[in-house]
């Protein structure tokens, strides 16, 4: 069982930037791929960003390419998710996810486990 819980939203003037964290509980984070996502009002939920397990692979939407990073550190047991130039649009809850595995995870019925959610507001 891995619990997940998520920090550092908030609310964020256009152009701003924040960093966003997701504590793992367990032993075995570095078995785990992770993962963000985020969902709109009235919207689905969607894909952010990736990376493998130990790190050495990343991808991301196209949205969010060149102004979020994903990165963990697994001494810590954290996922961090580095957003800049942020957008009105980027709006969400944003919630980590883990997935059994050492490989990227794209696809969210993969992901084993999921955070509650950080509301991330950008005003224009």
């Known amino acids: 069982q891995v619990q997940l819980v998520e920090s550092g939203g908030g609310l964020v003037q256009a152009g701003g930037s924040l960093r966003l964290s997701c504590a793992a509980s367990g032993r075995t984070f570095s078995s785990y791929a992770m993962g963000w996502f985020r969902q709109a009002p009235g919207k689905d939920r969607e894909f952010v960003a990736a990376i493998s397990s130990i790190g050495g692979s990343t991808y991301y939407a196209d949205s969010v390419k060149g102004r979020f990073t994903i990165s963990r550190d697994n001494a810590k047991g954290t996922v961090y998710l580095q957003m800049n130039t942020l957008k009105p649009e980027d709006t969400a809850v944003y919630y980590c996810?883990?997935?059994?595995?050492?490989?990227?995870?794209?696809?969210?019925?993969?992901?084993?486990?999921w955070g509650q959610g950080t509301q991330v507001t950008v005003s224009s």
């Open positions: 996810a883990a997935g059994r595995g050492l490989a990227v995870i794209v696809t969210s019925s993969r992901y084993d486990y």
